[in-house]
């Protein structure tokens, strides 16, 4: 099965193998981390640095790079600014063009330019694959494990949003989904980007992450075990929106274990909940109030349920049966 690397086989054949000891680095690599943080050289902001490939998606993979490399950044606590790109195509029928027009307007949408990076035909692959580093710099960085006992939970806009967009764009023709949804559903990749929901709310954040792989419901397991703490959430209290719902109910998968970008998941003390809610809505953003933080030992404690081990996302299985097919 495809997916992230093991948090045990991380922490035995990667975390400790990063070269030279180097006193800048103020965040290096950790379980549940997504970035980097670098100590700034003129004493006022941080530099936060991140990677992120994309390989998986058929339609619109330029789109989807760009906001989902800078939402690890954002989530950090910084603004994204530059970003480096690596194009790895299938063959040289595939658009170019397209994609590269694609990754120029969603980095002009999150503010960020592209400075450099590298391109290649590779005929092993099925679909295109890119990996890019966002870069940004922060005022105050905000790690994933920065969690504490006694913090609310919240979410921004609503869970799956990425994965539905997938569902409908590289699966529904194969789903009985009426065609104005899968249109609605499309549209959400228009709202991938979590940079302004960080910046409404990192004034007040011990913790920021961007839920990707395994969704929701993985990220906020990223957040406790990073932390060092039990999150208590209601699955009630997640917004899921109807072509979520929908789509999802066709293709037999759960809203809050598929693709999550789109979403920002912060935990903030609990007296700062109600100036996070109000500055999201003042952004135009929807928020959500969906747990607690409790000392304990690291899991997601989802509807009583205490999941402990890493979840797999539920569209890979999809993905799979499709090449198989092919």
Not at 39 to 57: C, K, M, N, Q, R
Not at 170 to 183: C, L, N, Q, S, W
Not at 261 to 267: F, V
Request: proline share 6%.
């Amino acid at each position: 099965m495809p997916g992230k690397v093991s948090p045990d086989d991380l922490l035995a054949h990667v975390f400790e193998r990063t070269g030279t000891d180097d006193e800048t680095v103020l965040q290096g690599p950790a379980n549940g981390e997504d970035a980097a943080a670098i100590a700034p050289f003129d004493g006022d902001e941080t530099l936060v640095v991140s990677s992120d490939p994309i390989s998986l998606a058929a339609a619109g993979v330029g789109s989807l790079a760009v906001p989902i490399a800078c939402n690890d950044v954002a989530a950090s606590g910084a603004d994204p600014r530059w970003l480096t790109v690596v194009i790895m195509l299938p063959d040289e029928e595939t658009d170019l063009e397209a994609i590269t027009s694609d990754l120029d307007a969603a980095a002009r949408d999150v503010g960020a330019t592209i400075v450099g990076g590298h391109s290649e035909y590779v005929d092993q692959l099925e679909r295109p694959l890119l990996s890019l580093t966002a870069m940004g710099t922060a005022e105050s960085f905000v790690p994933t494990g920065g969690a504490e006992p006694g913090d609310s939970v919240l979410i921004t806009k609503a869970a799956g949003l990425e994965g539905t967009a997938i569902l409908a764009t590289d699966f529904g023709d194969e789903f009985d989904v009426a065609e104005a949804v899968r249109e609605r559903a499309e549209g959400f990749l228009d709202e991938i980007s979590v940079a302004p929901d960080a910046r409404a709310v990192r004034e007040h954040a011990t913790a920021m992450h961007d839920p990707t792989e395994g969704g929701v419901a993985a990220g906020l397991l990223e957040i406790a075990r990073a932390s060092g703490v039990r999150l208590d959430v209601d699955r009630e209290s997640i917004p899921i929106r109807e072509e979520t719902a929908r789509l999802c109910e066709a293709a037999g998968v759960d809203p809050l274990r598929i693709f999550g970008s789109g979403a920002l998941l912060a935990t903030v003390p609990d007296d700062a909940v109600d100036d996070c809610l109000a500055a999201l809505e003042a952004a135009g953003l929807e928020g959500s109030e969906i747990g607690t933080v409790e000392a304990g030992d690291p899991a997601l404690v989802l509807d009583g349920e205490s999941i402990t081990e890493p979840i797999a996302d539920d569209l890979y299985p999809l993905w799979e049966g499709a090449d198989a097919d092919d």
